[in-house]
């Protein structure tokens, strides 16, 4: 079973950069698919970016060309880089992975873009 953990949140200026980490521990992790997702106050959780095991990406609308999604199967990570932010991208940012009936998530990490 996988386990997840994020990290790299905190507070950011508009315009500014950040990188999210998502490391996961236990089972085999290259044959899950990975999600980024985010969840502000008041709103529904929205998936932001997708991985495949086979390294295809997808990205919502609202960041495309500024967020890049990555995997590094050697070190069981996946990261969301994250460019050019704006006060709306303001979220708890969550990794998952799933794959056939698996569906896992972390416990999630704070990003606040603020001047």
């Known amino acids: 079973q996988v386990q997840l953990v994020e990290s790299g949140g905190g507070l950011v200026q508009p315009g500014g950069s950040l990188r999210l980490s998502c490391a996961a521990s236990g089972s085999i992790f290259s044959i899950y698919t990975m999600d980024w997702y985010r969840q502000a106050p008041g709103k529904l959780r929205e998936l932001v970016a997708t991985i495949t095991s086979y390294g295809r990406t997808n990205y919502v609308d609202s960041v495309k060309a500024r967020f890049t999604i990555s995997r590094d199967n050697a070190k069981n990570m996946v990261y969301l880089q994250m460019n050019s932010l704006k006060p709306e991208d303001t979220a708890v940012y969550f990794c998952?992975?799933?794959?056939?009936?698996?569906?896992?998530w972390g416990q999630g990490t704070q990003v606040t873009v603020s001047s």
């Open positions: 998952r992975a799933r794959r056939s009936n698996v569906d896992i």
